[in-house]
């Protein structure tokens, strides 16, 4: 039997160490991936838990994935208890809010009431002035008071908005029918160009959008009129109202749809300076957005954008 030499056993040594050093690295390697694993799966179902408003507290060890998963549970638990507190301060806000709406809507309407009953009655000239002015600020109050009311509302998330596919020929009805006559009382013509489009919209709160839109054009257009008409793309649908009013200058034009702008040079006439806001935040929660171009002196011409119906 021929014996192994030195150099022949270190050889041999260094080689079952090797494999060794190997399997023990695939060893821990594998209990690695495993551990990884449970975590993963854990943490998932902690997920899951949280979605699903049935986390609970669990009993953690002092290991390091223990320590993680610690940390990821209290992150959770903290979500949770935040958007508890998000969903009871917008239900505050949206009591809050009815209620305000509620208080103000009864006085207001009693004091239009009761103007309309004086104007029935034998007054002087003078007295007759009294209740047409008083009628006319109550009603620019219940316009103030509606308007923030619906402002609030957007903005705390009280109202949502369901967009869904439909034809725009209805809502362009509605609105001919109401600003046809205010159109007419200044001497304005009002064109709207029947449109055979759909888009994805909220009806409602589109017209919303768009009467806002319209407001504003009888609103500051002294001669001439305002055209409405919708234009089919691929991916939206757009809906002009251009009118021949006095325009508004290019370095203003960003700010007009800012909550209360008012251009100086309208600052006389009625307006809050909501209307423009409460149109763009309505057309941007049904993923459209809103452009304006506009020439002083010539006119302007405000391009809602809605997803087209692609159906």
Known sequence: MKTM??????????TAALLLIAVTVLICAALQ??????????LNRMLDSAIDGTLRTETFDESLHSALENRFHDYLTASETSAERVSEERARIKEMISDI???????????????????EQELSGEGQDY?????TQTMKLRFL???????????SGVFVLSPRPGSLA???????????LPAENKGLSLTFEPPDITAVFDEKWTAEAVGNLLDNAVKYTLRGGITVRAVRYEM???????????????????RVFSRFHRSPDVHDEEGLGIGLYLA????????????ISSTPGEGSVFSVYLPADRR
Not at 5 to 14: E, G, H
Not at 131 to 135: D, F, G, I, M
């Open 5 to 14: 030499s030195l150099p022949d056993n270190i050889a041999l040594f260094a």
């Open 33 to 42: 991936r495993t551990q990884t694993r449970r975590l993963y799966r854990k």
């Open 101 to 119: 709406s509620h208080q103000t809507k009864t006085p207001i309407s009693n004091i239009l009431l009761y103007t309309e009953l004086l104007s």
């Open 131 to 135: 209740v047409r002015a008083l009628t």
């Open 145 to 155: 008071i509606e308007s923030l009311v619906k402002m609030s509302r957007l903005e």
């Open 170 to 180: 209805p809502m362009f009805d509605k609105l001919q029918a109401q600003f046809a």
């Open 236 to 254: 939206f649908c757009r809906i002009d109202v251009a009118d021949t009013g006095r325009g508004i200058p290019e370095e203003e034009q960003p």
């Open 280 to 291: 763009r935040e309505i057309i941007s929660r049904e993923n459209g957005y809103i452009k």
